[in-house]
C-alpha cells in the first residue's frame, strides 16, 4: 500500500472581476504559466465532446477551470480566480457563451467565481446561466445565488445531465466533503472529479462540510465500478490513460488514512487487511487480500481472510469456492470447516452446513463459532430442542432475542417503528 501527500484545499477570500471594478485586486501573474490548453490534445482522446474544450490550471488559490465547448458553453468549476473570465476571450468566447456551471464541490477555490460572472450586467439580465450543484451544498451559497435569480438546480447523483451538447454521468462521491460530484463521460472514458481524485495528493475529509473518510470510500468505489482512462482533477494536471489507477491509488491513500498509518509509512497489504477488519471495511478487506493473491496467487491466510470477509458481506457462494480450494490442502483445518459451514447456512443449505459443523468439532471441540453456527443450523431446520442444548447457542440466541424485545419496546414506548394500538 502506498501513501501520498495531503494537498489542502485554499478558501481564501475572492479578488475583485478584472475589467469591472477599478480598484479589482489581481493576482499575480505566475510565470510560465501554460495558459489555456487543449484537452483531447492532452488526453489524445479524439471526440467531438473534446474537440474545442480547454482547461486552465489552477492559478495560486484557485481550482482548474474547465470549458466545454459544444452547442454553448459548459463552466465546471470556475474557481476562485476571476483573471479566468479576461482569459476566456483568448479563447474567442464572450461570458455570454455560457449556459451551465457545474459545480463539483461547495468549497471556494472552486466556486467563488460564480459570483463574479453573475455581476455581469448581460447575465444578471438575462438569467441565462443554469448552475448545478449537489443537494447536500452549502446552504448560503445557494441561498446568494438564488437571491440574485440563479436558483441551482441541484443533482443528488445518478442523472444524465447534458453540458454542451454531450452526456455526462453525474456521480455522487462524498467524502472530502458531503456534496462532492463527479462527472463521467462513458465514450472516452473520462471523468473530471474535483477534489474527490488529484493528479498528486489525496485530499482529506473537511469535517466542516460534512466529510467523512468512510463516506469517502463509498465515492470512491463509484468511480472504480466505471471503466477509467482518463482523470480530469480539481488540481494539478489531468491523468492520461492511466486514470484509474489514479483512481486506486486515492483509494487506497483514504483506506491507509482510515486505519492511521503514517504518511511515511509502509504496510504491506496483509497487514492492511487485518486492520481494515477490525474496523467492519469488509469491501476494503477483499480490495487487499486481492492486492496480495495477485503478488502470491495461493496465500493461504489471504485466501482465509477473502473468504470471511466474503461471508459476512453476504457473498457465500464466492466464498464457498475459495474455502474448498483451501481444504483441499488443508482438510483438517477446523476455521475453514467452520467458515464452509457458515457459507452453506448464508446460501440456506442448512441440512449441508451440519457436517462442517460436526468435523470442525471432532478436530476442536472449544471452537466456539462451529458451536454457534450448528445451533443455528439446528434452529433453522426446526430442531430447536437440540438447538437450545448447546450452551454457548443458548446464551446467545437469548442475548439475541432479549435485545430484539427491548429495541420493540423502546420503540412503543417512543412512537417509533413497531409501535401497536
Not at 495560486?60 to 452547442?71: I, M
Not at 477509467?228 to 489514479?246: F, Q, S
Amino acid at each position: 500500500m502506498t501513501q501520498h501527500r495531503n494537498d489542502e484545499d485554499a478558501r481564501d477570500n475572492p479578488h475583485g472581476f478584472h475589467g469591472l471594478f477599478e480598484n479589482a485586486e489581481l493576482p499575480e501573474e505566475e510565470p510560465n504559466h501554460p495558459g489555456w490548453l487543449s484537452i483531447g490534445h492532452i488526453l489524445k482522446v479524439e471526440h467531438p465532446v473534446f474537440e474545442n474544450s480547454r482547461f486552465l490550471i489552477g492559478y495560486h488559490h484557485s481550482s482548474n477551470v474547465y470549458v466545454l465547448a459544444g452547442s454553448y458553453l459548459t463552466l465546471v468549476d470556475p474557481g476562485n480566480d476571476y483573471t479566468i473570465f479576461a482569459e476566456l476571450e483568448k479563447l474567442g468566447y464572450s461570458p455570454l457563451d455560457i449556459r451551465k456551471i457545474v459545480l463539483t464541490h461547495g468549497h471556494r477555490d472552486h466556486c467563488m467565481g460564480v459570483f463574479e460572472l453573475l455581476r455581469y450586467p448581460p447575465i444578471m439580465e438575462g438569467k441565462g446561466i443554469e448552475i448545478l450543484m449537489h443537494a447536500g451544498g452549502p446552504a448560503e451559497f445557494k441561498q446568494m445565488v438564488t437571491e440574485v435569480g440563479f436558483p441551482p438546480t441541484e443533482l443528488k447523483g445518478g442523472e444524465v445531465v447534458d453540458l454542451s451538447g454531450f452526456p455526462w454521468e453525474v456521480i455522487h462521491t462524498p467524502g472530502h466533503t458531503i456534496d462532492g460530484i463527479c462527472l463521467y463521460h462513458e465514450p472516452t472514458r473520462t471523468v473530471i472529479t474535483g477534489d474527490t481524485v488529484l493528479a498528486e495528493a489525496i485530499g482529506d475529509a473537511d469535517k466542516s462540510a460534512g466529510g467523512q473518510l468512510d463516506h469517502y470510500l463509498h465515492g470512491l468505489k463509484q468511480l472504480l465500478r466505471r471503466d477509467i482512462a482518463h482523470v480530469l482533477p480539481g488540481h494539478g494536471v489531468p491523468v492520461a490513460m492511466t486514470g484509474r489507477r489514479a483512481v486506486e491509488e486515492t483509494y487506497e491513500g483514504v483506506m491507509m488514512k482510515i486505519i492511521e498509518v503514517p504518511e511515511d509509512g509502509r504496510m504491506t497489504w496483509m497487514e492492511g487487511a487485518r486492520l481494515l477488519a477490525g474496523r467492519g471495511l469488509l469491501e476494503e478487506v477483499v480490495y487487499c487480500c486481492d492486492k496480495e493473491l495477485l503478488l502470491r496467487p495461493e496465500n493461504p491466510p489471504a485466501l482465509q481472510l477473502k473468504a470471511l470477509a466474503l461471508n459476512d458481506m453476504g457473498r457465500c457462494a464466492e466464498a464457498m469456492d475459495i474455502l474448498d480450494r483451501i481444504l483441499i490442502r488443508q482438510p483438517d483445518d477446523a476455521h475453514v470447516l467452520t467458515a464452509r459451514g457458515q457459507a452453506l447456512l448464508g446460501m440456506g443449505r442448512h441440512e449441508d452446513s451440519l457436517p462442517c459443523f460436526d468435523k470442525a468439532l471432532a478436530l476442536s471441540p472449544d471452537l466456539t463459532e462451529a458451536r454457534i453456527f450448528k445451533g443455528m443450523a439446528l434452529f433453522f431446520l426446526g430442531r430447536h430442542a437440540e438447538a437450545m442444548a448447546i450452551d454457548v447457542f443458548k446464551s446467545e440466541f437469548l442475548a439475541r432475542f432479549k435485545t430484539e424485545v427491548d429495541q420493540g419496546a423502546r420503540q412503543r414506548q417512543g412512537g417509533g417503528p413497531g409501535q401497536t394500538t
